[in-house]
């Protein structure tokens, strides 16, 4: 499937759009691209004043159903002090679908204990159901950063519809570098192949070839370790998926050796990216629409251009068909931050 045979579905996420303009765009976005990186295939999948990640993701069902018996039981369990036994944790999960649907609908109204309890018996969580949304959505949105890490990773999957949320919170300088890279982790799981480079510059951190960009802009403290090790767990854990050895960069190594098994890595994660995307495969369609949207919204809804670009910059490739639709309107505020996006590759 082409680019374009994809846009009829994606054409009521900006107004006025002609169709006909949809396959030229295409092409002069993808030779822009292909200048960089070379050709790749067509695939799809915070804090500043005015806007929270948060506001990124779609809207949280409301109002929240009352509590129920599922919810009752993690509240008890979270009574206590010690950490629940594995059978604990199997009697703590929903035992319906209705207790799903009202465990996800209640998560808001659970305290940072709770919720750190639900998230380990909510781990695994794929895309596709509602604990992986609900997850996500109180990890941008509280405050504590132990509660928000357990949250952004308790799910082995996210849904699309969380991409431009979790590349908000990546590029969002005022957040803790652990938060940072565990948004970032998630955009690699989802094979945003831009996403790399940030990535590859946090585990550089500290090293003589720490470089500080204007992405790159996390403070300098010298303890970077949790951070490196939330990268790498999950690149494990994406190369334990496709058969492949783990990628043995070690976050508590010496500096040089750090430089030395990153740049080892690197050159894997091309390959990777690489041979990954050609397998890729798309979403289904209402998954592309979700994605769209919420990409559509941070373009579109922003007050800080630069901030929005740059998340938008950790997108690609599955950003590209919404990039290139955004690139046809009468909107010049628009076709500058798509503009500040292309430039970053």
Request: proline share 8%; with cysteine; net charge positive.
């Amino acid at each position: 499937m082409h680019y374009w045979e994809i846009f009829p579905s994606l054409e009521g996420i900006f107004s006025g759009t002609s169709p006909s303009r949809y396959k030229n765009w295409l092409s002069s976005l993808k030779e822009f691209h292909s200048s960089r990186h070379g050709s790749y295939p067509g695939v799809v999948p915070i804090s500043i004043l005015f806007l929270q990640a948060v506001s990124l993701l779609p809207n949280a069902p409301t109002p929240a159903l009352p509590a129920s018996a599922a919810c009752l039981r993690i509240q008890v369990a979270a009574e206590t002090k010690e950490l629940p036994k594995t059978d604990t944790l199997d009697s703590l999960k929903p035992r319906s679908k209705s207790e799903v649907l009202e465990l996800a609908a209640n998560l808001g109204h659970f305290t940072n204990r709770e919720l750190q309890l639900f998230s380990t018996v909510a781990a695994g969580a794929t895309a596709d159901s509602p604990f992986s949304l609900a997850l996500i959505r109180e990890g941008l949105r509280r405050p504590d950063t132990t509660t928000a890490l357990s949250c952004l990773l308790s799910p082995a999957d996210v849904p699309p519809s969380a991409l431009p949320a979790l590349a908000w919170l990546a590029t969002d300088s005022s957040k803790a570098l652990e938060l940072r890279a565990a948004a970032i982790s998630r955009l690699l799981s989802a094979r945003c192949r831009s996403s790399w480079p940030l990535a590859r510059t946090i585990l550089l951190t500290g090293t003589p070839s720490d470089t500080p960009t204007a992405m790159a802009d996390w403070p300098r403290t010298g303890r970077y370790e949790l951070p490196k090790r939330l990268l790498v767990l999950e690149i494990d854990r994406i190369f334990s998926a496709e058969g492949l050895p783990p990628c043995e960069v070690e976050p508590n190594a010496a500096w040089k050796l750090q430089v030395q098994q990153v740049s080892t890595l690197d050159e894997r994660m091309t390959r990777f990216f690489s041979s990954a995307t050609k397998r890729f495969a798309l979403q289904p369609i209402e998954e592309q629409q979700d994605f769209a949207r919420q990409l559509a919204k941070l373009l579109t809804e922003q007050k800080d251009v630069e901030h929005a670009a740059n998340a938008c910059s950790l997108l690609l490739p599955h950003a590209t068909p919404t990039l290139q639709i955004a690139l046809t309107k009468n909107d010049p505020k628009l076709t500058a931050t798509v503009r500040k996006v292309m430039t970053r590759f």
